[in-house]
Structure formats: C-alpha cells, structure tokens
C-alpha cells in the first residue's frame, strides 16, 4: 500500500442508507427487463422466418394515439407523486385518477386492436411464427399494464376512502417507478414491433 | 455493542401445544425461521435426488443391467438433475443467505420479510408441483409420469408430439412458480445488504459472504428471469399451439438451448458464489487470520457476476455455431478462470502462515480447495472448443460438472453446515461423527468423481440407461457406483450428528470458534430480534475490535 497523509473526519457524519422500496423496485425492475428482453430477442430473431401470412406488413397499424395516453400517464403519475410529496391529496387524486383513465384507454385500445386481428385478419397464436412473438410480446406488456392498473385502481379506491396520506409519498413514488418501467418498454415494443418489424 | 448478555426466550416453548408451535412456522416471516424451512427443506430434496442418483448407478453398475426400465431411467435423470440444482442447492444456499445475511450485516431482518416468506413458499410449492408430476404427470392421454425430457428439456423433446401427458407441464409450472420465488429472494438479497446495514457497516467493511451474497443477488434477477420467459414461451408452445420451438413451422430449437443456457451458465456461479462466500467466512477463522486480499475478493466477485452472463454458448459447442461464436465463448470461458483463480490463491494466501485449526469446518473447506481447483481445470479443458467437440456428450462432462457442483459446491455447504450449526442449534456438532463424515463423504467423492472422467474419455456417453460390455467401461462404472455406497453412509453420519446433537450436544455459546462477525455477538440461537442493541462496527472485524480493544482492526483499515 502506498502512503498518504489523510485528515481524519472525526465528526461522525449521519448513517444513510438507500431507500429498500426503491432498492427493490429498482431489483425487480432489472427482473421485469430481462423477461422482456427474451421476448424482444425472440420477436427480432423470428421477424420474417413465418412460413405462412398473414405478415406484419399486412396487418399492423401505428397505435398512435393509444401510445400517446399511455406515454402522457407517466406525465400525470408523476405528477401526482409530486402533489402527495406536496401534501396535496386533492391534486394526487386528480392526477391519480388521470392515469388510471389514461392507463386503461391503452388496455382497451389493444384489446381492440387483438379483436380486429383475430376477427378480421385471422391472426391468431398459432396461425404462424409472427402470431406467437407477436401475441407473446405485447401481451406480456399489456399484462404488466393490468398489473399497474389494478395496483392503481386499488390506491385510487383508497383514496377515495380517504386512506392515503402524505406520508404514503414514497410508496406512490416507488410504484411510480414500475409504471415509469411499463412506459419505457412500451416505447421498446413499439419501435420493434411497428417500426422495425414491420 | 455486544457486550450485554441476552436470556432465552425459549422459556415455555416445550409446553405449548405442537400445533401452536407448527402454526408458527408455517405463518412466520422471521428470516432465521425461513432460512431453517429453506435449509430443511432442501435436505429432504438432497434425500430424494440422492436416491435418484443412487437408482441411476445401481443401472449403470454392470453393462446390460435391468434394474430399471430406460424409461424410469430418463425420469430419474430428469429428475435428479431438477431437483438437485432447483430444490436442494439452491433453497439450500438461499436458506443459509436468508439466516445470515441480516445476523452479519446487525440487522433486524431482511428488507423485506414478507416477500421472504413468499419466496419460501413458492419454492416450495415450486417442489411439491415436480413430485405431483409422479401421480399428476398421465394427464388424459394416459402417457408419461414424470418429466423424463432431460433438466435441460431440449427442444422438441418438448413438443406435444414427443411429451404427450402433462408431465413437461409440471416440469415447466414447477421451474416458472420456483423462478418466481428466486427473483423474489435475489431482490430481497440485494435491498437488504444494501439498505439494512448497521451504523458504521459502509460497503468496504461488510463480511464477504454479505459481498459475495450481493452479486448472487444481481445474478438471480438477471439470470434466472431469461428462465422464466423461455418457460412462458414453452407454455404458449404447449397449450395455445404457439410456435416458438416448433421447428416445422420455422421455429429454432436451438434458440431454446440459447436462452436455457443464458439462464444455465450464470446458474452454476449463482450456485458457486455462495459457497466461496461460506469458503471465505469459515478459511479466516481456522487459520486465525484475517481474510487475504478482501478487495481483490470483491472485485473478483463482482468480475465473475458480469463474466458469468457472457460463457452460455460453451454448451452448445457441439451445435455448431460460427467460428466467431466459438472463438469468442472459448475466450470468455477461459476468461472467467482468472477471477476464479484469483480466489484460490487469495484462500492460500489466508492460509498462509496461518495457526491453522483443521475441525470439520476447515477440512471441509480444504477438500473444496482441492477438488475445485481441479473441477476449474477440467473446466477450462472443456471450454476449449476443440476439446470440447471430442468430449462433449460424454461422461467426462459429467465427470467435470459434478466436481464444481459436489467437489466444490456440496463440500462448501457441509463446511457452512459445521460452521453454523452451533449457531442454529445452540448445541456443538460431535467432532468425531464430523470427522467420520468427511473421511466416508470425500473417499467416496473421489471413487465416484475421479473415475467417471475415465469412461468419457474412453467414450461412454452420458444420459445412456446401460452400455454394452466389452469396451473397457465395465470396471470404472464398478468403481464409480462402489464410490455411491461410500457418500451415503457419509451422508448417514451427517444427518445422524445433526438430529443426535440437536438433543445431546453439548451448548455451544455465542460464540465457540472465537469469530469475528456479527453473528457470533448474539446468542445461539439467537432471539428474534437478532441484537438487543443495534450494533456499530468500525472494521470488518468487529469481534475483533471488542476482544482486543488495544490493537483493533480499524486502525490499519
């Protein structure tokens, strides 16, 4: 070890530690990544391996505007996290509420979307290589939105009971992030699937 | 910090009625109590896959055996193989990370309790899910028990067409509800060591198993989640008639070797890495030195986690791939010995001019030394491509990966065990029973292990139910099953010293190796609030400090 002439900080500075909620969520959320990943390797590994129509070409449309709610409700959670940090809990409901609304018109968006494709493209799992990843990958991801939107509604429920308080900030925060997460490989998906891939 | 002396609570606790007492267990979210479910539960699966390997050999004993049919053969090697990696090593070295991780970091408990309890239960259920498979498994079509697609389940072994009945489902639940339960306890693992410290624990003073514990954190969220959606991708194959390894329809089998080795390869450390950290607690204490080298340690560690996710395709040598793939997955396989390497010396190092103090523990951990260096080098032997395209498939790979796992991994964890188990019980093991065990255990170690590379080398490859006599394989296989007999009875005197010393050992105190971590400031067992007082540490060696307050580790840090 080389010597070096140190100066000795004898005031005993404050023990902080990080926050285990956004530790954790933070863990869970390289967890949550690496599943996607599988799945995005899997779509681009298969893209135009179908032996059979119907292609991507064929059938996909830009969901523009329900990409559009679902990337402004990472606007309004975040705003509401701030309003409960702010102890407004009027203004987090609002926001909160926004989300939830935002959040679902995606969900119901894709469920249209699916309905057309099956219905009327006769795309389904099975029907080839493009069906599977397809179905597979989205649906992954609008699992993960209904886990958010049932997480959602369930705080929303409580606030309207009244059983959110300001010192509940932090966990709205930590939940934040898993919605945060949920926007960021939508815009994953979204490039891959109709952008590239199609 | 330690200086005052905590009663039992267990007062009482004989009389209360034994159903209150197992209702406790079942509901408790204490981390020592789960790390005891984990540690039991894992010793029940090392019983039945320890059975199943036996059957296997029995097989394998003389060319032309019928003691079981193929078909149960290929169960029992599925089945072995799952239910060693998924429900005994793992649980096992989980069971011990949830017990002591929050002892030697002064915490409470982990971050957080209850997901520990769900991770233990779902691990659990993980396991009762794969034995169902036995009655569960016929399924409509009347066909299949258990799951007899290799713990690999290459595709299409998998397809409908070739696993009709639900015996693959079962195999596939079981893997997805267990991988469940490891993410829950790799982010339990890191939010606890990272946020549960007590004052005056920064990153660089932590004992090494909470380092090493840390990084097999960051693997099971990255490493085990690839498992989890390849088996979602096998479900959708199986029940929505989804295409992803269904190679007529344009899909790859050999993508399911890749993403089943993304997951496999970073395994084997997530196995491993545990074990050095027992290795790196227990070689300090019986050689009375502190640990050689502990940033080098870390930062090996921590280089092994990011190589660990880079060496998959040295599986898949055989599959052929480009010259590029194998050129560059022999470089990182030898890469990765380095680090490894490191560790070794920096173990002798720590030995080295040390008052070494050879109880159970440290012969343990000595035998581990040995026999994983030697698993390292057949290791590099094999994960050079042409050496690898002449002995892949044969028993010398299982030769070579039962050295890491038993070799290295399982004589770690007998070592934790000795070293530990005071702690747990509050009773001293039998020394003589130890000893017994580790001459029985190692003997037979090396007449099954070091034998088996013979008859890969001359050919014999693996997953085979029996082989004809005549090419020179008859005698070694003798050797190796002969070598089975041995590990048994040493597996008999453990479990026998563990049950006889619960009742007749004799207490063993706070603290009976004169350590120097955390945990040994409690008492053994400890109460559930782990520390009367929340500790405070100035080094990495606290007990140090305390019984030698003239000459304290944290001068020199």
Redesign the interface.
């Known amino acids: 070890m080389s010597s070096a002439t140190v100066t000795r900080n004898t005031a005993q500075p404050a ?1 902080v ?4 909620g956004r ?2 969520m933070f ?2 959320i ?6 996607f ?3 995005v390797v ?1 779509y681009i ?2 893209l135009g ?3 059979s129509g119907p292609m991507p070409a064929d059938v996909l449309e830009l969901p523009i505007f329900s990409t559009v709610c679902l990337l402004s409700s990472s606007l309004t959670i975040h705003l509401a996290v701030r309003g409960l940090r702010q102890a407004k809990v009027g203004a987090f409901g609002l926001w909160w509420f926004l989300t939830l609304a935002l959040g679902t018109i995606f969900l119901v968006s894709t469920g249209r979307e699916w309905h057309h494709l099956i219905y009327d493209k006769g795309l ?3 029907t ?2 493009f069906g ?2 397809y179905y ?1 990958l989205v649906g ?1 991801h609008a699992f993960h939105v209904t886990v958010g939107l049932l997480a959602i509604a369930l705080t929303m429920t409580l606030t309207l009971l009244g059983k959110v308080k300001p010192e509940h900030g932090e966990r709205a925060e930590v939940f934040s992030l898993y919605w945060h997460f949920v926007d960021v490989v939508w815009v994953i998906v979204f490039t891959v699937v109709y952008v590239i891939g199609r | 910090m330690s200086s005052e002396t905590i009663a039992l609570n267990a007062v009482g606790e004989g009389s209360r009625p034994i159903g209150e007492r197992l209702h406790d267990w079942v509901v408790t979210v204490d981390h020592k109590k789960l790390g005891i479910l984990y540690i039991v539960y894992a010793l029940l699966f090392l019983l039945i896959g320890g059975i199943e390997a036996m059957i296997m050999r029995i097989q394998l004993i003389v060319p032309h055996n019928h003691f079981v049919s193929p078909q149960i053969f290929n169960r029992m090697m599925t089945m072995h193989g799952t239910t060693m990696i998924f429900f005994m090593v793992m649980p096992i070295l989980f069971g011990f990370g949830t017990y002591l991780i929050p002892l030697m970091i002064g915490a409470r408990d982990m ?2 309790p209850r ?1 520990n309890a769900f991770s233990f239960w779902m691990t659990a259920f993980g396991g009762v899910l794969l034995y169902f498979s036995f009655i569960g498994g016929n399924g409509l079509y009347g066909a299949g028990t258990a799951p007899d697609v290799g713990w690999w389940a290459y595709a299409p072994l998998t397809a409908r067409a070739f696993s009709p009945g639900h015996s693959t489902d079962f195999w596939t639940l079981a893997l997805l509800v267990s991988g469940i339960g490891s ?1 829950g306890t ?3 693992f ?3 060591i ?4 007590c ?2 624990m920064t990153l660089g003073k932590m004992p090494l198993l909470a380092w090493l514990n840390l990084v097999v ?2 693997m099971v ?6 498992l ?3 088996q ?2 096998l479900l ?2 199986r029940y ?5 390894f269904d190679t007529q ?4 089998a050999v ?1 399911w070797m890749h ?1 089943f080795w ?1 997951f496999g390869h970073p395994e084997v450390y997530i196995l491993v890495v545990p074990a050095f950290a027992f290795v790196s607690e227990i070689v300090p204490v019986f050689s009375r030195k502190p640990i050689f080298g502990y940033p080098i340690m870390v930062a090996a560690t921590i280089a092994i986690g990011f190589i660990s996710f880079s060496v998959w395709a040295h599986h898949m040598f055989t599959v052929g791939m480009s010259s590029y793939g194998n050129s560059f997955f022999v470089f990182t396989t030898v890469a990765i010995a380095v680090p490894t390497g490191i560790k070794i010396f920096n173990w002798l190092g720590t030995m080295w001019g040390g008052k070494i103090q050879l109880q159970v523990p440290m012969l343990f951990c000595i035998g581990f030394l040995f026999q994983f260096l030697i698993a390292g080098l057949t290791g590099i032997m094999l994960g050079t491509a042409p050496f690898n395209w002449q002995l892949s498939g044969s028993y010398f790979v299982v030769a070579h990966f039962h050295y890491v796992i038993v070799g290295g991994i399982v004589f770690a964890l007998f070592g934790a065990f000795y070293y530990w188990y005071p702690k747990m019980s509050g009773r001293m093991y039998s020394e003589t029973l130890g000893k017994l065990h580790f001459w029985l255990f190692i003997i037979g170690f090396h007449l099954t292990f070091d034998f088996m590379h013979i008859p890969g080398i001359l050919g014999m490859p693996r997953r085979i139910y029996t082989y004809e006599p005549g090419r020179g394989w008859e005698i070694w296989n003798l050797v190796v099953t002969i070598g089975v007999f041995f590990q048994i009875a040493g597996v008999l005197a453990f479990v026998t010293n563990l049950l006889w010393s619960l009742w007749k050992g004799e207490t063993a105190g706070n603290d009976p190796w004169d350590a120097w971590t955390l945990e040994w400031s409690t008492s053994s067992p400890p109460p559930d609030y782990n520390f009367a007082a929340t500790p405070v540490v100035r080094s990495r060696r606290p007990l140090w400090d305390l019984k030698h307050p003239e000459d304290p580790d944290w001068k020199y840090e």
Do not use: Q
């Open positions: 023990w530690l990080p926050s285990r530790v954790g863990s869970l390289g967890a949550e990544s690496a599943i990943t599988i799945f899997a590994f298969y391996k179908s032996v389904t799992v099975s080839n290589l599977t990843t597979s992954l | 971050a957080f997901l993410v790799g982010v339990n890191i939010a606890t990272l946020c549960m410290r004052p005056g954190g960051g969220i990255f490493c085990i989640s690839p989890t959606a390849a979602i991708m959708i194959d929505l008639g989804g295409h992803f329809a344009g899909g790859s993508l993403f993304i």
